[in-house]
């Protein structure tokens, strides 16, 4: 009588081989027997699925809690800074066009803080080409010009005039804070 053994799925089966004819003789039964008892039995999938729930509903609980106390924290400086239908704080846009512009506008950005309750604003910084070395920057705070000179095309020149810039706008931008909650 030949036999073969074969390995399915980490058990051995021994398959017996007559000569005359196929007749399988298969000593699963003993060999599954072992498996089933290292398998995890179905109630302790279970308890894992069960345990891996209430570890993801703390940390959901959590998050919820979390978000709670801030917006409870920034409800009323939401009700100050931030547009009513958006939901933004403020834009600064860039309208420039040279590479001494964006140099300018990169600057600027970099300097550029908020004041601490500033109600909602559009600062607008354009730029003009004009004849010879240097282009107009303008900038606009709310469609309302706050400044308009010349840009020299030098390093240290734009550094220095966008971190004075900036904080006009910011000084400007406080100002205007100020009258608004005057105003209401």
């Known amino acids: 009588m030949k036999y073969s053994v074969v390995y399915l799925c980490g058990t051995v089966i021994i398959v017996l081989l007559a000569c005359n004819g196929i007749q399988a003789q298969d000593t699963t039964a003993a060999l599954n027997a072992d498996t089933l008892r290292n398998a995890p039995d179905s109630s302790q999938v279970q308890t894992q699925k069960e345990k891996q729930l209430e570890k993801f509903q703390k940390a959901f609980n959590a998050v919820k809690a979390q978000e709670k106390e801030e917006k409870k924290q920034g ?3 939401d009700k100050i ?3 009513p239908v958006l939901n933004l704080e403020g834009f600064v846009l860039d309208e420039t066009r040279s590479r001494f512009g964006h140099m300018f506008y990169k600057f600027f950005y970099r300097d550029w803080e908020a004041p601490e309750n500033a109600p909602y604003y559009t600062i607008k910084i354009s730029e003009n080409p004009i ?9 606009k705070m709310n469609y309302e010009e706050l400044l308009n ?18 904080a006009y706008v910011q000084k400007k931008l ?11």
Do not use: H, N, W
């Open 75 to 77: 409800s009323t400086q």
């Open 81 to 83: 800074s931030k547009d």
């Open 131 to 139: 004849p010879g070395l240097g282009t107009q920057i303008t900038i």
């Open 174 to 184: 406080k100002e205007t804070s100020v009258k608004d909650k005057l105003l209401y």
């Open 149 to 166: 000179f010349r840009l020299q095309p030098k390093y240290e020149f734009i550094k220095k005039i966008s971190k004075q810039a900036a």
